[in-house]
């Protein structure tokens, strides 16, 4: 690990200055993505800011009946929250099937939006990856890509999102706020926050330099069946294969978004005007211009079944 200085930082304002002001610089809260990155030497952030500190790991209602969320507020809280698992349960249980116990008691809301790919060749240093060195190539192009994106790819990353909470939020429409560096505020949709790779795939969120999440704040309660299903290879510890996050209404009505397919959680609202007609009908629209490699077409047919599986769940 690389030498590199450390603040901490007194409120959200004064946090994202302080970045500003450091180039490369990072905020570190649960550091359990942030810090084996360093220990790898694929982040070498010269200054890190504790933000730990401020107050941000409450949940509150907001008054249109939405639940506001801190972006400190622990993933093992998050989950366990009644009002969550009350109204929001595809969160509940999306949070639920990532990682172990240990790791969900020290990873927060943000950085768990925020965490990185696992490709390995992101984390093998003497591969190529854009991801970690802009223009050095894509070592899964034509590599090792079983895990790998189908959908929403270019010629520069196949890279996947691993975060399972980030699917349950685009499926609850929820959104960001941040703070920037001159103190002014935003709210970011979810659908917006997260970017599909291009010619950039290193820039992998909307986020303007030193800008810090302080919270996510989902909307009233739709209702409906709400459920995450994972699929992965072995039943613990595992990123996912295919994911799906779906709400289902009494009418067959609802909402689907899918994990371990693409660059970003991956939802479109069109397929979901398909949904009272089953799950082939919601997959070819969510699968659209797919282009998987050899290794992991597999998945494509994954999608489909995962999907049937849980809408007959719902329906049952």
Excluded at 263 to 268: D, N
């Amino acid at each position: 690990m690389r030498p590199f200085t450390y603040e901490r930082a007194r409120s959200p304002a004064e946090a994202a200055a302080a970045a500003a002001r450091s180039q490369g610089a990072k905020f570190i809260a649960g550091g359990t993505n942030l810090l084996d990155l360093m220990k790898l030497e694929i982040e070498a952030p010269p200054h890190l800011i504790d933000v730990n500190g401020l107050a941000l790991d409450t949940i509150e209602a907001t008054p249109d009946g939405g639940l506001r969320i801190g972006a400190l507020v622990r993933n093992t809280d998050l989950a366990a929250d009644g009002r969550v698992r009350r109204d929001y349960g595809l969160l509940s249980r999306a949070l639920l099937a990532g990682a172990s116990g240990q790791l969900r008691n020290k990873a927060t809301t943000a950085g768990n939006l925020l965490q990185r790919t696992r490709c390995p060749y992101f984390y093998d240093t003497a591969q190529p990856c854009n991801k970690r060195q802009p223009g050095s190539g894509c070592g899964a192009i034509g590599g090792f890509s079983r895990q790998h994106a189908v959908v929403g790819g270019s010629e520069a990353c196949i890279a996947t999102h691993p975060s399972d909470m980030a699917v349950a939020m685009r499926a609850l429409d929820a959104t960001v706020e941040t703070v920037k560096p001159d103190g002014a505020t935003r709210s970011i949709p979810i659908a917006d926050f997260h970017r599909l790779p291009g010619d950039t795939p290193h820039i992998e969120t909307a986020l303007a330099p030193g800008e810090l999440i302080v919270a996510v704040t989902l909307p009233k309660p739709v209702g409906g069946v709400q459920l995450y299903r994972k699929v992965r290879d072995r039943a613990s510890y595992a990123f996912a294969l295919v994911s799906v996050g779906a709400i289902v209404q009494p009418d067959g009505s609802g909402r689907v978004a899918l994990g371990g397919v693409a660059h970003k959680p991956w939802r479109i609202e069109a397929a979901e005007a398909e949904m009272p007609r089953g799950a082939k009908a919601v997959a070819a629209q969510l699968l659209a211009g797919a282009n998987p490699t050899p290794a992991n077409a597999f998945k494509l047919p994954l999608v489909e079944r995962t999907l049937g599986a849980v809408l007959a769940e719902a329906k049952g």
